[in-house]
Structures are given as C-alpha cells and as structure tokens.
C-alpha cells in the first residue's frame, strides 16, 4: 500500500466559461487524485507570452496515493478529457491547464517531469494563490519559503476574485464504526487503513 502524499497542484484556465473548466478540473481531481484538503481564492491575470484572453487560477492542495510519474499521467488525461489541446512549448489559449508545483520536499528533472515546477518562482499567477494556502512552504532547491518568493517577484497587474467554486470532499461519515470482513490476503488491511487516513479516523486491527 503506498503512503499518502502531499501535493501542490495549479489550475488555470482562459476559456470563455472559466469557471465551469476550473470546477470540472476540481471535480476530476478529486476523482482520479485524492482528497482536495484545501483551495486558494480565484486570481484572474492577463495571458502572458502571447495574445489570449484573460486567466482564472488557483492552486489547489491534494493528499494523493499516486506517485509524482502517475501524477502527471492523470493530470494531462483529465487536461485531454477537458478539451485541452497541447500546441508543443508554445503559449496558447486553453480551456484548463494543470502543473504540479510541488509534491512533497521532493526534487525530479527528468525527460517529461519537473518537480518543484522551474518557472513557478517566477510566475505571479502561482505564486500569489499558492502564498494563500502555504505560505510558509520551503522551495527544496532556492530554500526560499512560498511567502519569500511571492514578496521579491515583479509586481504585476493580479485580481483577487470573490467567487468560491465548490470544493470536492468525500462522503459525510454517520457511522462510528465500520467493518471490513474478507477471506486472508484479500486485502481488508490496506482497504481499512486507506479508509481510516482518508477520514482521519482510529484503525483497530483484527486480533
């Protein structure tokens, strides 16, 4: 059974219906990810490095079982899913686009995956959402917190939105205890651990 992690994700969208892509993308990933523990306000900024409409982003902290690799793997089908056509590395307009910023403390170069994203310490769009939910976030590689980062960037035209999308959660808990029963190595354990971390409730093995 693999162990929860802790991951930082960012959602950006200039769409005509941004709102609706944003909530889609919430919804997947609470679906295909793990738990949605929190989410910052909305942020509309300017499109950058090319001409587009406006964006709407947030950043959204996730609890995931899934490895950086399977991460990124379900990130990009739900970006598909959503209509998202990637053009290359060129800047386009998009109906959704989804980064990992941070996923743990941990550090990843590789061909495909870049963990902690590279142009996040430079990009308002992240910075200033992220810097509402954790802010005292160190980057691994610059050692800089979140907040740090977010006070020495270029000050560039940003807009707090007051509307709140709805934020996925898993189903109310109304029972005190729950039992999982199954033949030996059919895998009661893990189900019920998963369960018990995912609730935040008491395990009590069998004996």
């Known amino acids: 059974m693999k162990n929860i992690a802790s991951t ?3 959602l950006g969208s200039n769409a005509p219906d941004k709102m ?25 900024t300017q499109a950058q490095g090319f001409l587009g409409d ?15 690799q399977e991460l990124l793997n379900v990130l990009l089908e739900i970006e598909k899913k959503l ?29 495909h995956l870049n963990v902690p994203h590279l142009q996040l310490h430079k990009r308002n769009f992240v910075l200033h959402p992220l810097n509402e939910i954790a802010p005292d976030f160190i980057h691994p590689e610059l050692k800089k917190s ?17 509307t709140v999308l709805d934020q996925p959660q898993l189903p109310a808990n109304k029972r005190n205890y729950l039992a999982i029963e199954g033949n030996i190595g059919a895998g009661k354990t893990s189900l019920a651990t ?4 995912d609730y935040g409730a008491k395990l009590i093995p069998e004996r």
Do not use: W
């Not at 979140?146 to 007051?162: G, N, R, T």
């Open 8 to 10: 930082y994700i960012a």
């Open 54 to 68: 406006d964006f709407l982003n947030m950043v959204a902290q996730v609890q995931t079982r899934l490895s950086p």
């Open 20 to 44: 609706h892509f944003l909530q889609l993308a919430l919804n997947q990933i609470h679906l295909e990810v793990g738990t949605i523990v929190t989410c910052s306000s909305l942020y509309a």
């Open 146 to 162: 979140v907040k740090q980062m977010c006070a020495e960037l270029e000050k560039l035209p940003i807009q707090k939105i007051d």
């Open 194 to 197: 998963m369960i018990a971390q």
């Open 83 to 111: 209509g998202r056509v990637r053009e290359g590395d060129f800047y386009s307009n998009r109906t959704i686009d989804l980064d990992i910023l941070f996923f743990e403390d941990e550090v990843i170069h590789s061909k």
